[in-house]
């Protein structure tokens, strides 16, 4: 597998993701384009009943919304199951971001997020700050905030091999940073995307 982790998308690609409708919370259609007319961080969770990507987006909370805004930035959130789980994940993860549901997951495949697997952090690599919590606890709460809390999204959380990513938007659609996971615990450190796109953090 080539690594293209870090390449950013090219002007095509931006294009046909402009265009990509995603789903607010409400089920209400957005285009992708539309949340690009100002600077934003972009961070594309697996599925809605990750733990791992919990724990990240709930580390994400700490950043200031103050700083975001000296920063001209805004911050989205996108998964890739139903928009109808999205008001339990901002619950369990205390995000005060937006959150988008891409089902589809057309906006993934456009910028490039098109390698699956489950794989954990590998052997010879050093697991990421967010990962609080060790393998057992976290399968365990993932299991208890997910499927057992929330019966009715049982098949609602996205493709569980599903891998996300982080991009950072300049507002006239130019993406001046790019990074897609390579395992299932793989998300950029919270203090290096917020360096790149200059917010300061903590």
Excluded at 30 to 51: A, D, M, Q, T
Aim: glycine share 8%.
């Amino acid at each position: 597998m080539s690594d293209n982790s870090r390449s950013t998308p090219d002007e095509a690609s931006l294009r046909s993701a402009a265009g990509v409708p995603i789903f607010d919370a409400g089920g209400q259609p957005v285009e992708f384009g539309s949340l690009l007319k100002k600077p934003v961080i972009v961070v594309f969770i697996r599925h809605f009943f990750c733990g791992s990507c919990q724990q990240y987006v709930a580390q994400l909370s700490s950043v200031r919304p103050e700083a975001l805004s000296k920063a001209n930035r805004q911050l989205i959130i996108v998964g890739c199951g139903s928009y109808e789980a999205i008001a339990a994940y901002k619950e369990i993860t205390s995000c005060p971001f937006a959150i988008y549901a891409d089902p589809k997951r057309e906006l993934y495949r456009v910028l490039g997020m098109t390698y699956e697997t489950l794989a954990l952090t590998p052997a010879n690599e050093k697991r990421r700050s967010y990962l609080q919590r060790g393998l057992l606890g976290n399968a365990l709460r993932s299991i208890w905030t997910g499927p057992l809390k929330n019966l009715s999204l049982i098949g609602k959380q996205g493709n569980i091999s599903q891998l996300g990513g982080e991009f950072v938007f300049d507002s006239d659609v130019t993406c001046i940073f790019a990074h897609r996971m390579k395992h299932t615990e793989d998300h950029t450190e919270i203090s290096e995307l917020m360096q790149v796109a200059g917010v300061e953090y903590p």
